[in-house]
């Protein structure tokens, strides 16, 4: 081969590798988009994103029509000053970890536990799709719900959250550092307080400004400002420049004060009346106006969670004085705890005015005087409440106060010794703990405390109104040697009781209720006494009535004899199972009394009488009875018997004889039937046939057989019969075969013939 066709041949082999390494290369790799998109599609052939140019010019990678996103956890949610902060951890209810196409997540604040979040309008977002935080401005402290909501690439929103219920909170002191404030020539329009370095507040002050007065120079003073001390510069201060809670009792004169003091009450409707000492985790305490259904003032302190608060108004203690504290509360959403428990009582401080005095004498509001309640259960089904105690005087040096519940005014609970004023102190959702997952949890409303002093010795009858003293107000021997009339006296308030009351015994009838205490019992027995009228006599009675626990009565009645009526009594009991009864009566000196029993098997079922009188005795049981008097016994109704065997049967039923042709019943039926006496049976026969037939009667059969027995052996009996001859008798035959034959062959002219007590023996 030539060099030049081998070198041809070397091209052409290069060739060929180079075109087989080019054919089995990926091509998109030396590809690119010119002006357009690639398209991805799912399974099912659904668009689920575009690569490249979008419909609006611009240039990425679109993600759409991706599943919804998972359930994000529930929030946790902390009150802010005007605020809300909420805290996601990232987590997912329903996913182990955030998918890949998560955009957000959407925070939603509510206004009811019932509101749907809307995705177009959400309260803010958090971004990071590992948790994150965001702390929302609010211009209201009403209480929300928050729900969060996750959204994916797509704009597709997944399921709500559980809601977590919270409120913003007020600032308070604590919030604000006022150390080193220092206003000179400045137009003020908030709260002043006093600087070290500043000996005088200067330049316009603004209406409604707190200012101590130490602080102001002269000359009049704005319209609205409110004076944080007790001195006021001469001249300067009216009635119409006071604004509304700018003096109490701890700034009055003495004289004043007392006045005051006889009775405090607070309607909760003053936010700077009261000063939360204890809050919980998340809990808020908080002012509500327009609340239609508090009794007192439609205003309500409430405590959302664990909640302690004290009134700042501040009553002087008179140790010889009784003081009544009452509050009105209620439960309006129960705590997560299971429990829904306040405390209701007062605050001790001391003479400094500042220093608590617990009933230890510790310098601590726990541990205060809960006389009105301790730990009391509150349930929503309660609504609202009232809770009072009475407290007086101090307890002896180095001892302690009270700290339980006195209800009793005759038995006050007692201030430790270094008491010298109280305020009002209430713990609210005291179960749901200062901290943990309850202590936001249960909502409690306060409409009202008040603080009454109780001057003694000033109260006799004519100060009492009806119902004004209770079982609670009088000692054990409040009424021993008095006369109660038209009251109600009971042994106990429920279970096993009596009751004496003016209607126990019927409408306007007293009498003694009997109430046995069992559970199904829906009438209590009863004693009473009335008159009756009897035919037209008016009767005296006593009457004793078993309780009832279901239809059925078991009662006895006493009635006095009067002038021409009896005496009697009755004992019956009643009920669907049976009825019975044991009764007496009796007329004096006629002669006429009787002592009556009687009992009945069920609803009308067979019974059974007896009856004493003093001429007779008479039995009865079922159909048959015995009547003894002086000339004898008497049975009716069924057979006497002895040892078992008949010795008289009772009446049997009658059948009426069917007569042959030329025969007619005459003066009643003529019938029959079967009876035993001492045991043998007879055929007993009664009434009249009349012969209808022309002339003189022959051998002739009269009716069919009765009885399926028969005679063992014919038997003949001669009855009475009349003719034109007169009265006479003639034979009937009873034979063997059960027929009955009558026999008048030398009689003629038979009219009729009498079968009335004919008895015939069967065997």
Known sequence: M???????????????????????????????????????????????????????????????????????????????????????????????????????????????????????????????????????????????????????????????STDVRAAPRQATADDVDTSAFVIAGAQVTGSVQVAASAATVTGQIGSGVVVPAGQLSSGPLPAGVTLDGRSVLPGTVDRARLSAGAVDMTILSAALADTSAQRYVDTLADSTAWRALSLGTGATWRHLTGVSDAPTGQAVGQAAGYTVVRGTTQIPVDPDTLYRVSARVRTTAGSAAGSDTVYVGVLGIAADGVTFVNRTGANAFTSAYYVAASAASLPMAAGWTVYTGYVKGRAASGTSGTGGVAADPRAPGILHADVRYISPIVFANYASGVSGANSATGVVQVDAFTIEALKTGVVDGTNLIVGSVTAAALSADAITGKVVTGGIVRTAADGTRLVLSPDAGGSSVPGLALFSGHPQEYHPGVLSSNTVTVGTTLQPQAWLAAPQIDAGVAQLSLRSPTQSSNGSFQLETDTSRGYCYIKGSGTPGTGTSEVEIFAQDGDGGPASAALVQGSRVFLRSGLVSLTVTPSGVSVAGGPVMSNNVVLVDGPKTWTTLTLKAGFTHANGNARWRLVTIAGQQFLQMAGTVTVSAAGGLTADTVFATMTSSTPSYSIHVAVARNQSAGIGTTKIQWGTDGSFTVYTSSISNVAWFSLQGLLLPLT
């Open 2 to 160: 030539s060099t030049e066709t081998a070198r041809l041949a070397e091209r052409v082999a290069a060739l060929e590798r180079l075109l087989a390494r080019t054919s089995r290369t990926a091509s998109l790799a030396y590809s690119s988009i010119e002006a357009g998109a690639i398209a991805v599609h799912g399974e099912d052939g659904t668009l689920t994103g575009v690569i490249g140019q979008q419909p609006d010019g611009t240039t990425g990678v679109v993600v759409v029509n991706g599943p919804p996103p998972p359930t994000p956890s529930a929030p946790v949610v902390e009150s802010a000053v005007a605020g809300l902060r909420v805290l996601w951890d990232g987590g997912f209810v329903d996913a182990v970890a955030a998918p890949l196409d998560l955009a957000r997540v959407q925070v939603h604040l509510l206004g009811s536990e019932s509101a749907v979040p809307d995705v177009r309008t959400p309260t803010a977002t958090i971004e990071a799709g590992s948790g994150a935080s965001v702390t929302i401005a609010l211009a209201t402290y009403d209480e929300l719900w928050v729900r969060l909501v996750a959204v994916n690439t797509s704009g597709i929103p997944g399921p709500a």
